[in-house]
């Protein structure tokens, strides 16, 4: 038995019936890499068998203890049987992006049982390219962005050879009975002040100086984010209904790294921006905004997991509150205004103190208190939409000998916030993910499309960029030559340099080309 940690908690509190907390992974397989062809649904229950000693919480439930006084704890599921998370599913005809879509759409709008283990996947046949897909489906309690990742590199093999039979049959840890469960979760949670107090009471023993100056950020940390206030009112915010619309948009990294290049910032800078100029588009036509909003405060998760910390499950993160500027720019403008705020953002005590919001609450509070503050803190009065950007896998993943060839990330939504939009690195594709209430008047198709038109403007900026810049360095090469060569051009200056001519000019550039950013299918 393990006591649920306090940031893994603070998801199951924010769930309700209408804002459920699941995260999904969608990803087209390649059956050409299997030795039939194709792809069996009994090879894909052996493949998950064959890991799940790698990923041991995916064979284990919540126990939620009487009078709820304490966080739950995980045990053992027993009567554990693989065929109830692998679910094969057919699609209608004719199998489209669209069916797959609305079939994905379906999932999200679905609570998960907590009284079993909190995931499944779905196989997915019936396509028009006769790809099959896969949805693995995990609660938020399991695993944030990067532990998402990390679990289904486990649980996925690393060659197309199928894993061989488990060696030991698993057997399940006795559960205990509701009062040894009652003692047992409320003397653990009574510990961990205590652990936490005399952790912090250490470290002033061990180096007063540096406690004191942790202990000043954290203050200063604390006060940045009770002064920064209510987030500015927009068309995103509103209640949100159980029923999910999701769009997808699928962009070359080469596009990200060239535009970074040109102009510094991060990849996480360069999504914000064209989502801050996708939404300024789209409000500029919404009939529920006569009045565009100046800013959004979008949420970013950051990871704070350590080298110690990369495999373990459960959620280690902090959030970044950044204010997109919103209106008529230009997205160099726009790009520059950001880069700046996540900058200072990334220097602030602004992530240590949400981090120890999240943490302390959970750790000093019962849970019923602990609940209640969870959902006071993440719903849309305090932010206006969810951001994140993620690494993507860092090699080849294998489903039953199919390869996982194309992956989007599909998050979830938090109270009275109806967007979020989460963005993997996939091979060399940046793999786009947008969620929305499908009763909200936000047109998905429409930012994804205007994001594109943003990408499109950033990469011809950059390229006009390098251009610049090549030009600029064969100009000095040139003026940099030996006085023979200086002679050689012809004209003379009155200082006694040589003059320009055409030749220090740069010709025969070729026009940029389109941006090779691509759609990858809505409902």
């Not at 459920?20 to 039939?36: I, N, R």
């Not at 100056?213 to 954290?218: F, K, N, Q």
């Not at 704070?304 to 910390?309: E, K, V």
């Not at 009155?494 to 759609?519: F, H, K, L, M, W």
Request: glycine letters at 8%.
């Amino acid at each position: 038995m393990e006591l649920v940690d306090p940031q893994d908690a603070f998801f199951l509190h924010v769930e309700t019936p209408s804002v459920p907390q699941h995260v999904v992974g969608l990803a087209f397989l390649d059956p050409s890499t299997t030795p039939s062809g194709a792809i069996e649904l009994n090879d894909v229950i052996r493949s998950i068998e064959g890991r799940l000693r790698l990923v041991p919480r995916l064979r284990q439930r919540l126990a939620v203890p009487r009078w709820g006084l304490s966080r739950p704890a995980w045990v053992d599921a027993t009567g554990f049987d693989i065929r109830e998370h692998i679910r094969p599913v057919t699609l209608p005809p004719p199998g489209g992006r669209r069916e797959i879509i609305r079939f994905l759409e379906g999932v999200m709008s679905e609570r998960m049982d907590r009284s079993r283990p909190l995931w499944a996947l779905y196989l997915i046949e019936g396509t028009d390219d006769g790809r099959p897909v896969i949805l693995l489906k995990l609660h938020h309690c399991l695993a944030d962005g990067l532990g998402a990742l990390d679990l289904a590199a486990a649980l996925f093999d690393p060659s197309p050879l199928l894993p061989s039979a488990p060696a030991h049959r698993w057997e399940p840890e006795p559960v205990p009975d509701p009062v040894r469960l009652f003692l047992l979760t409320l003397g653990r949670q009574l510990a961990s002040p205590l652990a936490s107090l005399s952790r912090t009471v250490r470290g002033f023993i061990v180096d007063p100086p540096a406690a004191t100056r942790r202990g000043v950020r954290l203050l200063r940390g604390l006060s940045e984010l009770a002064l920064a206030g209510p987030a500015p009112r927009s068309p995103l915010n509103g209640p949100v209904g159980p029923r999910r619309r999701f769009a997808s948009v699928s962009v070359d990294v080469a596009i990200l790294d060239q535009v970074r290049r040109a102009f510094g910032g991060s990849t996480n800078d360069i999504m914000l921006t064209a989502l801050a100029s996708a939404l300024s588009l789209q409000f500029r036509g919404h009939r529920a905004s006569r009045q565009q909003p100046s800013q959004l405060r979008a949420m970013v998760p950051v990871s704070i997991r350590t080298r110690g910390q990369q495999k373990a499950p459960g959620n280690f993160t902090a959030a970044l509150s950044v204010l997109l500027p919103m209106g008529d720019m230009s997205s160099l403008e726009r790009l520059a205004r950001i880069r700046a705020r996540t900058r200072r953002l990334k220097a602030s005590p602004q992530p240590v103190a949400s981090r120890f919001v999240m943490t302390f609450v959970g750790t000093w509070l019962p849970a019923g208190l602990h609940a209640r503050l969870a959902r006071l803190m993440y719903r849309g009065r305090w932010f206006n939409c969810i951001v994140s950007t993620m690494p993507g896998p860092r090699r080849p993943m294998y489903l039953a000998g199919a390869k996982l060839e194309e992956g989007y990330p599909v998050l979830p939504l938090a109270k009275d916030v109806g967007l979020t939009v989460g963005a993997m690195r996939w091979g060399n594709e940046m793999a786009i993910g947008f969620t929305g209430d499908r009763d909200a008047p936000l047109d998905l198709d429409e930012v994804a499309r205007n994001l594109r038109r943003c990408l499109d403007e950033l990469a011809q900026a950059a390229r006009a960029e390098a251009i610049q810049r090549a030009g600029a360095r064969e100009d000095g090469r040139l003026r940099a030559g030996s006085p023979d060569q200086a002679a050689g051009n012809g004209a003379i200056d009155p200082s006694g340099q040589p003059a320009a001519t055409n030749s220090d000019s740069v010709t025969g550039s070729r026009p940029p080309s389109e941006s090779p950013v691509r759609i990858a299918g809505s409902a």
